[in-house]
């Protein structure tokens, strides 16, 4: 394998993993009410969209958010992701149980302000417990409660960038519908041909299974939780970062007739994690007899990490 130069110990410039989500937030913002998501996922064009579309959200956004996205799109090379996916999906770091490693999660303290921010066990609370709210399949709840454990990773010492962030093919030309895209002239990928013709690497229509996704907390926490949940909800852990994908409708070309048809219950899952913030702070003591046993239908007492 041709490895990269190491990346060099960059500084972390994101005061909070909230400001990337943020971040998505303004990037596309909450559809009105009258044209929210229906269960199935697919939001109803809007004329007001379109204004939101052309807004120059990239020059909006904060210094740090831009930074974290520039560090992010000059490292996650395609060797870099290969050998993440070598060192970590081994799974043999440990054993935890899904609440016992919300708890674990909760120990990432960010430097937001705790009185405004909720904490990341809170953020998995709250997403489940809308979804659980629109009176959707358990295994939809369960989804939300475990999507963002991935995040852990945060506290094995990774960089952000290599936790968070929108998710795109690596081996494969960057679309410009990726947040930032001039930042990919960085990437040594960027110069190399093979990697940046249409399919690269691929087969066209292989499926998004063979498609290797730049490093973070999605492809990480699918492999944790993958023999456990129905394919459904694999596919929102797996993609819910993959916006270029989701929410531009790009790399169709890579994608197979199983992708094509779970693209809806990404879809469906996305405004639970985007939009579901502002809300009240959920009473996890009062919350946690209903989760345990929501776990324990689908998970054994421990799992490997
Ligand atoms: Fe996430
Ligand atoms: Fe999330």
């Known amino acids: 394998m041709n490895l990269p130069a190491a990346p060099a110990p960059e500084h972390s410039p994101l005061a909070s993993?909230?400001?990337?989500?943020?971040?998505?937030?303004?990037r596309y913002p909450e559809p009105a009410a009258d044209s929210a998501a229906t269960t199935t996922g697919f939001v109803a064009t809007d004329p007001e969209k379109k204004k939101e579309e052309f807004r120059n959200y990239e020059a909006d956004a904060r210094p740090t958010v831009r930074e974290f996205y520039r560090q992010n799109h000059r490292w996650q090379t395609h060797d870099f992701a290969q050998a993440k996916r070598n060192e970590f999906l081994t799974l043999n770091r440990r054993e935890m149980g899904i609440w016992e490693a919300m708890e674990y999660l909760n120990q990432l303290v960010d430097d937001s302000d705790p009185d405004t921010d909720l904490s990341q066990l809170e953020h998995l609370l709250q997403t489940a417990e809308h979804i659980r709210s629109d009176g959707q399949p358990?295994?939809?709840?369960?989804?939300?409660?475990?999507?963002?454990?991935?995040?852990?990773?945060?506290?094995?010492g990774e960089p952000q960038w290599a936790v968070v962030g929108d998710t795109f093919p690596t081996g494969c030309r960057f679309s410009d519908k990726i947040v930032f895209p001039q930042f990919f002239a960085d990437n040594p990928d960027s110069?190399?041909?093979?990697?940046?013709?249409?399919?690269?690497?691929?087969?066209?229509?292989?499926?998004?299974?063979?498609v290797q996704l730049s490093w973070g907390h999605d492809e990480y926490i699918y492999h944790v939780t993958k023999d456990y949940l129905p394919v459904e909800a694999q596919y929102m852990l797996r993609y819910h970062s993959f916006y270029p994908w989701h929410r531009e409708g790009e790399y169709s070309h890579l994608t197979n007739q199983q992708d094509r048809d779970m693209l809806p219950w990404v879809q469906a899952f996305n405004p639970y994690d985007l939009y579901t913030k502002s809300h009240a702070k959920p009473d996890t003591q009062a919350l946690r007899p209903f989760y345990e046993d929501l776990i324990a239908e689908y998970f054994p007492d421990k799992i490997r990490w």
């Open 191 to 210: 110069r190399n041909p093979r990697y940046q013709s249409e399919t690269g690497v691929y087969e066209p229509g292989c499926g998004l299974d063979q």
């Open 17 to 26: 993993l909230d400001e990337w989500e943020d971040f998505l937030k303004e």
């Open 138 to 156: 358990r295994w939809f709840v369960l989804a939300g409660l475990v999507h963002d454990l991935g995040k852990i990773l945060c506290l094995w």
